[in-house]
Each structure stands twice: as structure tokens, then as C-alpha cells.
């Protein structure tokens, strides 16, 4: 495998004393997986104290961890011939309703079928390049199982211009969740700190401690249910799985969540009552980007783009209407 040659160098916080050797390159390197990591370990490029390191060593609060990274390959996505339902596109940008099970850009275990490539295959190479070559045209990015509005920039300018937008949060996204149980109040904030799990690598956490960012999220309850309900919710910081964290913590995680919630799907029956209907409703989680309002980088104008919820979210919604409804929202 061949290496860089600068060595990264990285002191071990008290938080992750008693973490694997592999597991805390990998929270560190998250570009890279724990299978290559643990490559890089057996080929001699980590060190620990000056020493050589096993993956699963448990690591110690000071100790100084160097390494020597893989370089990672620079290729564009390969262009795919995959239907997009782009809802608004001009010469400057795109916007795209993503269909939940898609991943936004190659990443380990998914080098094919993804946004990145299809959009290589219908836009071509007028994309920005301003987030990388791998990832041609994307400004930001949803979970693979989240649906909904994504925006695409077809040149760097416009990259950059929604990029200033992102990172000043004058950017508005709107998401619609349907959710396990009914918070007590009808609206309010979240606002709690949000960093890596500390020992479930795919996973973030609430945390108060050094490694975690601030999260901001609002929060309205649309309709009630009797064990569900139906939200739209307003991150106002960008944090990876704000929204799923920030509902897991509230006690109300998103239906269907297989990482912060406690079931996989949802069926016909469990929602009617009824054990002899096993038709299944929803098998990802259930959250939608619904709306997104930004200014054009190059008009000037305010600009809102909305996707219509999916069928799977909106065949759940109508049973619930249906079959579990408990009354208007309080005027509290």
C-alpha cells in the first residue's frame, strides 16, 4: 500500500482512554476504514510512544499516536446512467430530490450507484469541483436513507457562494420526520452538543465534553398520534446525524432509525392493530428534507425548492391518520 510520507501525529484525551488502537484512527481518519487502517498498523506506519502498535491495543490518556497515511486514490465517480427527479436546475446549480437507500458520494462499501455518479452522467463536466474530485458538484450531503432536496453546485462560483451560505447558516432546511412517541411540548429547542460515540464508531452522541460541536435544532409538532407523531423540524447547525441524535435524546427517535431507534420497519398491521397483516410500510428511517430556501449565488433572488414527501413516509402517514389519531394539536 503505498504511504505519504509525512507522518500525523495525534495525543490520546482522557475521553478515549481504553479505545482499540484501530477504533481511534478510525474516529480520527473517518476518510478511511478500520480494515485499511489495520493495514497501515501490520505495515509499521503507526506508532505509539515511538513503539509499534497492535489494532487492538487500548490506548492510554497521553499517550502520542503517529501515522503514516495510505494516500487516497483522487478519481471522479464513474458516470452512471441513474434517473434523477431534479426539481429545479439552471446553468448555475440543481436541485435534486434524493430517494432514500442512495449514498451522496463514493465512500468505502459504496463506490457505485451513487448521487455523485448519476450526476457526473446527466451534468457532466461542468460540475464545481470546489468539495474535491470525488465529489463533483456536491455542496452538502443527506444520509443514505434520508430523502429529499439536495442542492447541486454546476460551477465553483456557485460552489463557493452556497458554501458562504452553509457555513453562515442563512441557508433554511426544513425536514419531516415521523417519530416513535409524542414529545410533551408542541414546539421548542434542542440544544444540546453533539461528537463521536464513544464506543460505537458509526454512531454520534450527545456529549459535554471537548470532542463535541455545538447542535441546534427546532422542533414543531404537525399532527399527534397515539404513539407516534409527525414533525418538522429546522437544524440551525449542520453536525453529522443532528436531527436522529437530537430526537433520540428528546425520547422520541425517528420511526424506523436502525442506529438510534429500536426497530427496523413498520408494518400494516402494527399500526391497525392487527397481527395478520405483516405488509410492510417502512423499512428506513423515517425523515424527509422537505423544504430548502437559500439566495441564488448569481441573481440574487431567494429561492425555495420543495420535495413532496415519498410514498413509503406517506403511506405510514395516511394509516396513522387513519388508525391512531388523537385529536388536534394544543393551544398551550
Given at each position: ?55 487492538a ?11 503514516v ?49 448519476a ?51 442563512s ?25 463521536f ?11 459535554h ?39 433520540h ?62 410514498g ?21
Amino acid at each position: 500500500m503505498p504511504l505519504s510520507s509525512q507522518p500525523v501525529e495525534l495525543t490520546v484525551e482522557a475521553v478515549e482512554a481504553g479505545h482499540r488502537l484501530d477504533a481511534f484512527l478510525a474516529c480520527h481518519f473517518p476518510d478511511y476504514s478500520r480494515v485499511h487502517l489495520r493495514r497501515v498498523i501490520a505495515a509499521g506506519g503507526v506508532r505509539v510512544d515511538d513503539r509499534g502498535g497492535k489494532p487492538a491495543y487500548r490506548l492510554k490518556p497521553g499517550q502520542r499516536v503517529s501515522i503514516v497515511l495510505p494516500e487516497i486514490p483522487r478519481q471522479s465517480p464513474r458516470p452512471e446512467n441513474i434517473p434523477l427527479d431534479i426539481l429545479y436546475q439552471d446553468e448555475h446549480l440543481a436541485v435534486i430530490n434524493k430517494p432514500p437507500g442512495m449514498v451522496v458520494h463514493p465512500a468505502r462499501g459504496h463506490w457505485s450507484g451513487t448521487l455523485a455518479s448519476a450526476l457526473q452522467y446527466h451534468f457532466g463536466p461542468t460540475l464545481s469541483v470546489g468539495g474535491g474530485v470525488c465529489r463533483p458538484g456536491i455542496v452538502h450531503r443527506l444520509d443514505r436513507d434520508t430523502s429529499g432536496v439536495i442542492l447541486v453546485a454546476r460551477n465553483d462560483p456557485a460552489h463557493f457562494h452556497l458554501s458562504r451560505q452553509f457555513a453562515s447558516r442563512s441557508i433554511e432546511k426544513e425536514y419531516f420526520a415521523l417519530v416513535c412517541g409524542c414529545p410533551q411540548r408542541d414546539r421548542d429547542w434542542i440544544d444540546c452538543p453533539i461528537g463521536f460515540h464513544p464506543h460505537v464508531r458509526e454512531k454520534m452522541a450527545i456529549r459535554h465534553d471537548a470532542t463535541s460541536r455545538p447542535a441546534l435544532t427546532f422542533y414543531e409538532v404537525l399532527e399527534r398520534f397515539d404513539g407516534f407523531a409527525a414533525m418538522k423540524l429546522l437544524p440551525k447547525t449542520g453536525r453529522t446525524h443532528q436531527i436522529r441524535v437530537h430526537l433520540h435524546h428528546l425520547g422520541c427517535p425517528v420511526l424506523c432509525d436502525r442506529q438510534y431507534g429500536s426497530r427496523r420497519l413498520i408494518t400494516r398491521g402494527e399500526i391497525r392493530r392487527d397481527p395478520t397483516d405483516e405488509t410492510v410500510l417502512l423499512d428506513r428511517q423515517a425523515l424527509h428534507a422537505r423544504r430548502v430556501r437559500f439566495v441564488h449565488p448569481v441573481s440574487g433572488e431567494r429561492l425555495e425548492i420543495e420535495a413532496p414527501l415519498p410514498g413509503d413516509i406517506l403511506a405510514v402517514l395516511e394509516e396513522l391518520r387513519r388508525c391512531r389519531r388523537v385529536g388536534p394539536l394544543s393551544k398551550k
